[in-house]
């Protein structure tokens, strides 16, 4: 967990905030784990989504993971026990994501927007998942991209997750977690936060292939698709809650 040691480069203000923030993190994760434990102690929990995510991971198979970032309060519990490798991105908020990754036997790779080089940030955690995904190649591994993150627009899906699929040859999954009741906080992603004695799961798209022989200019194809499968189980899980999808997705444009 160096990356929340290595402060000294950062101006003394911001240094002070950063070890505050770590200091929270640290504590923050075991408040979250056992507010999920109450949800689910509560709640009538399906899981059966998760199956082909275990299934291709007993098999050795490659799968990238696509969540809207709506998700990114429920996902880490909900996907305990996958040993996935995520992305959290490098401001405060994914220093308490990326703890409580690691506390639920999860990894995670820094980077995604902001407002410091952003650019950089963003190509060299690309960089970093390609890298974690050959480095278990025929073990079987789980990589999660909430593709419209860190800023949004919500559903608007950028394009380095198909690059990073086309790199580790993995398969492509789109999930929506869903729960009821939920409590849509007024973030931009209107992220979810499960509320206990209700219900939870999750809608999960067919597969989605790189083409064979494909190359980083016929990826937009892939882009479009699995950002439009996305939008799809988004508005199934919402149908299937009864209620109307929130927030409104956009597409990339």
Known sequence: MEQFDDLEHLPPARRRKKRV???LARRAP?????YMRLVYATSRVDESGLEVLRQRKRGGQPTLLLLLHQD?????YFLRGLEVCGLANVGDAGDFIAFAMHQLGHSTVRG??????????ALG?????VRH?????GQGFIISITPDGSRGPAGACKAGFAFV????QATIYCMKIQARPAWFLPTWDRTMVPLPFGRLWAEVSEAIEIPAGARAADLEVVRRKAEAELHRVH?????RDGREPVPKLQRLE
């Open 72 to 76: 990114v309060f429920v996902a880490p």
């Open 125 to 129: 955690a690309v960089r970093d998942l």
């Open 133 to 137: 995904g050959r480095s278990k190649a």
């Open 112 to 121: 995604g927007s902001s407002t410091r080089d952003s650019r950089r940030r």
């Open 21 to 23: 923030v770590s200091w």
């Open 30 to 34: 075991g408040l979250y784990i056992a």
């Open 165 to 168: 699929a086309l790199e580790t």
């Open 235 to 239: 508005r199934d899980a919402f149908e």
